[in-house]
């Protein structure tokens, strides 16, 4: 019986974790679910109008991106990043929430500072057209740290805003982005949306925290 050579399965098998972590996908149940189930739902916001448009996405860690060593630790632990997409056809409004688990608390703040440093790179470099970014930090309660991004684009049509949101709870980080048309609106929204994701982290994954 011919056998695969290793080296070609080696290779199958980092391609494979290479597509995921690249392009995500569907891990709705099994081991993952319990992070699925920590990410804000259309409920969750609380207003009409909000769903699902498509599946809920999961990327492993440490393959293409790049391998520091809270990546490394965490992917040592088997996490995945989860993600979900709610979109809002009354307003035009979306939003993108992700929860990563890392290895402590410590590499998690670690690894909030160098998200929200990419975070501002990538939009200045992949906008063609004028706009404005304002990176700062917001108090949220039942967060650790936050860091807040506001980012503007005028196409030749529209004005573009994106705001985002990024937090650790415990050893988790997450991010919160609100997309939408016209001017930006205040924080107070996205900072609601911060507080009620961060409060669904500890009820779903510390309930030993929120006894």
């Known amino acids: 019986m011919k056998t695969e050579p290793s080296w ?9 974790e290479y597509r ?10 099994g081991p993952h679910q319990l992070l699925f189930s920590s990410l804000l739902s259309p409920e969750d916001i609380g207003q009409d109008g909000w769903k699902v448009p498509c599946p809920d996405k999961a990327y492993r860690l ?10 490394r630790r ?18 035009r409004e979306s939003v993108v929430v992700s929860v990563i688990p890392y290895a402590s608390s410590e590499d998690a703040q670690t690894r909030l500072s160098s998200v929200s440093d990419r975070m501002s790179y990538r939009h200045k470099r992949h906008h063609r057209h004028r706009e404005q970014v304002a990176l700062g930090h917001i108090d949220v309660i039942g967060v650790s740290n936050a860091a807040a991004l506001e980012h503007h684009c005028i196409t030749e049509n529209e004005r573009l805003y994106n705001q985002v949101m ?17 001017e930006a609106p205040g924080w107070e929204f996205v900072t ?6 961060a409060a669904k982290i500890i009820d779903v994954l510390l309930p030993e925290v929120s006894r």
């Open 8 to 16: 070609k399965a080696s290779f199958s098998e980092w391609f494979k």
């Open 20 to 29: 995921i972590e690249t392009f995500g996908t569907v891990l709705r149940y």
């Open 62 to 71: 440490g393959v293409a991106s790049e391998k520091s060593d809270e990546v």
């Open 74 to 91: 965490a992917r040592a632990l088997g996490s995945v990043s989860v993600q979900r997409s709610l979109r809002n056809a009354i307003t």
């Open 166 to 182: 990024s937090g650790t709870v415990d050893r988790y980080l997450f991010q919160v982005l609100l997309g939408g048309y016209g």
């Open 192 to 197: 609601s949306l911060a507080a009620k994701q």
